[in-house]
């Protein structure tokens, strides 16, 4: 059975909440800037420039959507915590990562990420288990979401998107 290179760890999938679920998801969200930094490193310009799939974003644009999101998602979190029910903005994922500022240095966006991830994490350690089960709004999607699936979908979203550069650098037995 092959793997489907859209998903190479596979698609989200929502658990309940427990706290050994919860510390590995947070775990995820410490760590993604280290392993997405890792995934990327000694990679060239040809490299960073090369789709990780037929049809699919570059390296470089991998990195940069994972910081824009990432930002949404920062924002999304403390939406959720601060306010009842909040609707959360949906974004054109595909037109940002073809705007202007996707041309600077990937670094740019992992030192971003490291800051980001840094806030994110202790935001989202101080939650207690109730505030988990607090909801926010998706418009475009018309779905309610807790602030316990956005945890998971954002600890998966990064591995997701890992996994993507590591499975290109396997395929192209790039080092």
């Not at 059975?1 to 510390?23: H, L, N, V």
């Not at 890792?38 to 644009?61: C, F, H, K, S």
């Not at 920062?74 to 915590?81: D, M, N, S, T, V």
């Not at 709004?137 to 998107?161: D, I, N, Q, R, V």
């Amino acid at each position: 059975m092959s793997i489907d290179p859209r998903y190479p760890i596979g698609e989200y999938e929502p658990q309940p909440f427990s706290a050994q679920t919860k510390e590995a998801w947070l775990a995820d969200i410490k760590f993604l800037p280290q392993l997405l930094e890792n995934a990327i490193l000694n990679l060239d310009e040809q490299q960073l420039q090369t789709p990780y799939r037929d049809g699919g974003w570059t390296v470089q644009q991998l990195v940069h959507h994972v910081a824009d999101s990432h930002i949404n998602a920062y924002c999304r979190f403390k939406l959720g915590i601060t306010e009842d029910h909040p609707s959360i903005k949906p974004y054109e994922e595909k037109l940002w990562a073809n705007l202007h500022d996707n041309h600077l240095p990937i670094n740019i966006s992992i030192t971003l990420l490291h800051a980001l991830h840094s806030r994110l994490y202790d935001l989202l350690c101080s939650i207690d288990d109730n505030t988990w089960n607090r909801t926010v709004f998706h418009p475009e999607s018309k779905k309610t979401m807790t602030l316990w699936y956005l945890l998971g979908s954002y600890a998966w979203h990064g591995k997701h998107h890992v996994a993507h550069i590591t499975s290109l650098k396997q395929k192209k037995n790039w080092a």
